[in-house]
């Protein structure tokens, strides 16, 4: 199945319609709100009335932007990335020795994760309703005004570095999911541990050559275009 983690969906919505430079303000801004307690250690500190009312604002601000950009419900499979890595930092959290049970790493592992998953979702609706070419438009709008009072913005152009840095992230995701669907059209089935790590590391293989390709052609356009 195809994995169109953080890629831009075409549709007609509230969201899609929505000015990019608003939505990235969002995507800041709720990403920044949800992580404002930093990573929290015990029990008491979680279930804080005040962090409880944050992370619901949060929660329901991003189930009102999936609302907006009508997005399926099959698109959360998208985030299962969110709860594994979740679960290994939880598991990480409660290893003592000698073992026992800790309660607060294990709420705190879990509160991590629901931010994550809060943040997550948010950047996957603003990526999906929002194109590379608008991201670029509306941080070069940001560029040209800071431009008026500090000129040599202009020539730094950092709209266009840090555009290119956003809508690499969505990029890495689409390269590894041709990579992933090439290798199991082209290359037989291979069972056991032996097989399953060879395919592995032909796959990552490929990955980092296509990125590296990728990012080197890129490096060559923007070469030339700052040469005209």
Not at 45 to 55: D, G, P, R, S
Not at 120 to 128: G, H, N, P, R, S
């Amino acid at each position: 199945m195809a994995i169109k983690l953080f890629a831009y969906r075409k549709a007609d919505t509230i969201l899609h319609r929505m000015p990019a430079l608003i939505k990235l303000v969002l995507l800041f801004a709720i990403c920044i709100y949800t992580f404002s307690s930093g990573m929290l250690s015990t029990k008491a500190q979680v279930f804080a009335k005040t962090e409880i009312i944050k992370l619901s604002v949060g929660f329901f601000a991003v189930v009102f932007l999936f609302i907006l950009a009508r997005a399926p419900w099959n698109s959360l499979k998208n985030l299962k990335f969110v709860f594994v890595l979740g679960f290994f930092l939880t598991a990480f959290k409660m290893l003592h020795f000698p073992f026992y049970f800790d309660t607060d790493a294990l709420i705190s592992g879990l509160h991590y994760t629901f931010c994550f998953f809060i943040t997550a979702l948010c950047a996957q609706l603003i990526f999906e309703s929002t194109s590379s070419l608008e991201i670029k438009d509306a941080l070069e709008s940001i560029q040209n005004i800071i431009a008026i009072i500090l000129p040599p913005v202009k020539k730094l152009n950092p709209a266009l570095v840090i555009s290119l840095a956003i809508n690499f992230i969505p990029m890495v995701f689409a390269t590894w999911n041709r990579v992933h669907l090439a290798s199991r059209a082209r290359s037989k089935a291979k069972r056991g541990l032996l097989g399953a790590t060879d395919n592995a590391f032909t796959q990552l293989s490929a990955f980092f050559s296509c990125l590296l390709h990728q990012a080197e052609t890129t490096r060559m356009a923007l070469l030339n275009r700052s040469k005209l």
